[in-house]
T-cell receptor
Framework: DTAVSQTPKYLVTQMGNDKSIKCEQN?????MYWYKQDSKKFLKIMFS???????INETVPNRFSPKSPDKAHLNLHINSLELGDSAVYFC????????????FGSGTRLTVV | QQQVKQSPQSLIVQKGGISIINCAYE??????FPWYQQFPGKGPALLIA?????SEKKEGRFTISFNKSAKQFSLHIMDSQPGDSATYFC??????????FGKGTMLLVSP
């Protein structure tokens, strides 16, 4: 069983479209994250949720909206996609905000054309 | 402001050699320092981690050296193997908080 699973693995879409990426973890962790990895491999935190509550919202355009229906799921919805949104998006989870024990999903490669 | 600075950006090492990657941090509240390994098409995976109460931690061929006064820590990979070829990230956090990552080092171990 995959600990942190993301779908889809690849997403190719046109500029202006709206898309969603789903994430689920079966580790019983309380905290989930979205990271963006750009073409230079830099990993940047976007959002963090603890037990369905938003606790970190970095400087991210408000076209990006996370949603956590329960503590095992954290989805990312992106409106009006732009070329610059092309990147790999990683979901991760950890126990109750503790940075030890971060587990990452395998990523979603988003390409905006 | 980059809170964790990682170098080098890329590294080529011969099989059997020692790979050394360095990181420096600014925030004195950081008290957890992990290293992550990422293979192409995969997510980063925890490799080894250290807390500032020790100066060195070793797990197999991987060693973290930590210098609290200099605010630096490094990853040493002994007897480097082609299978170690990956991108390595250092990270840091003040314990109960989000990890801040370095910019990554692409390691290539030549056969």
């Amino acid at each position: 069983d995959t600990a942190v699973s993301q779908t889809p693995k690849y997403l190719v879409t046109q500029m202006g479209n709206d898309k969603s990426i789903k994430c689920e973890q079966n580790l019983g962790h309380d905290t989930m994250y979205w990271y963006k990895q750009d073409s230079k491999k830099f990993l940047k935190i976007m959002f963090s949720y603890n037990n369905k509550e938003l606790i970190i919202n970095e400087t991210v355009p408000n076209r990006f909206s996370p949603k956590s229906p329960d503590k095992a799921h954290l989805n990312l919805h992106i409106n009006s996609l732009e070329l610059g949104d092309s990147a790999v998006y990683f979901c991760a989870s950890s126990p109750a905000g503790i940075s030890a024990g971060y587990t990452f999903g395998s990523g979603t490669r988003l390409t905006v054309v | 402001q980059q809170q964790v600075k990682q170098s080098p950006q890329s590294l080529i090492v011969q099989k059997g050699g020692i790979s050394i990657i360095n990181c420096a941090y600014e925030n004195t509240a950081f008290d957890y320092f992990p290293w992550y390994q990422q293979f192409p098409g995969k997510g980063p995976a925890l490799l080894i981690a250290i807390r500032p109460d020790v100066s060195e931690k070793k797990e197999g061929r991987f060693t973290i050296s930590f210098n609290k006064s200099a605010k630096q820590f490094s990853l040493h990979i002994m007897d480097s193997q082609p299978g170690d070829s990956a991108t390595y990230f250092c990270a840091a956090s003040p314990g109960y908080s989000t990890l801040t990552f370095g910019k990554g080092t692409m390691l290539l171990v030549s056969p």
